[in-house]
T-cell receptor
Framework: SQQGEEDPQALSIQEGENATMNCSYK?????LQWYRQNSGRGLVHLIL?????REKHSGRLRVTLDTSKKSSSLLITASRAADTASYFC????????FGTGTSLTVIP | DTAVSQTPKYLVTQMGNDKSIKCEQN?????MYWYKQDSKKFLKIMFS???????INETVPNRFSPKSPDKAHLNLHINSLELGDSAVYFC?????????????FGEGSRLTVL
């Protein structure tokens, strides 16, 4: 299976702290994307990093990609209660493959 | 305006029944998908259509039949529902090229089979 696996499965932090989530995958990819899912809602795209990129920033988000280790990390800086959600990585080959997600809780 | 809309949001039904979920996107995308999310939040692709043509069919029982009347619509019909079909079903769309685009998801349809 090409699906990604996120780590940790669950993460609980205080507001203002940074949150780091990791994703590992198994096969070669074209790009890797991160999505957020609020409870009871659909997934929303956050950021895309191409296979030839090593780091990308978007606002409070920082994504790294290490293709030699087949892993990626998502860092959310200065977390807010509104960041509470599940975060998924998705790898793309000939289709999108999702992991099982990291459930992030930000405590006000 | 909702970019990807799916109806109904909730379905509760008995085993053996048939049900349909409808999906429409107004983004002008060529590719549409159905995903199933189980109770552990694992998202698994079921089908993908590009311009009304089936391009991905991931070992889904033939009780599940997608239909794409045009590139803006992708409906999912499920026959003879089983307990294990209980899940949240998500419709999504993307630009033509899977390798470069992002997915736009609907809000999901929660199916409960009793």
């Amino acid at each position: 299976s090409q699906q990604g696996e996120e780590d940790p499965q669950a993460l609980s932090i205080q507001e203002g702290e940074n949150a780091t989530m990791n994703c590992s995958y198994k096969t070669s990819i074209n790009n890797l994307q991160w999505y957020r899912q609020n409870s009871g809602r659909g997934l929303v795209h956050l950021i895309l990093i191409r296979s030839n990129e090593r780091e990308k920033h978007s606002g409070r988000l920082r994504v790294t990609l290490d293709t030699s280790k087949k892993s990626s990390s998502l860092l959310i800086t200065a977390s807010r209660a509104a960041d509470t959600a599940s975060y998924f990585c998705a790898t793309t080959g000939n289709q999108f493959y999702f992991g099982t997600g990291t459930s992030l809780t930000v405590i006000p | 305006d909702t970019a990807v809309s799916q109806t109904p949001k909730y379905l509760v039904t008995q085993m053996g029944n048939d049900k349909s979920i409808k999906c429409e996107q107004n983004l002008g995308h060529d590719t549409m998908y159905w995903y199933k999310q189980d109770s552990k939040k694992f998202l698994k692709i079921m089908f993908s259509y590009n311009n009304k043509e089936l391009i991905i069919n991931e070992t889904v029982p033939n009780r599940f039949s997608p239909k794409s009347p045009d590139k803006a619509h992708l409906n999912l019909h499920i026959n003879s529902l089983e307990l294990g079909d209980s899940a949240v079903y998500f419709c999504a769309s993307s630009q033509a090229t899977v390798n470069t685009g992002e997915l736009f998801f609907g809000e999901g349809s929660r199916l409960t089979v009793l």
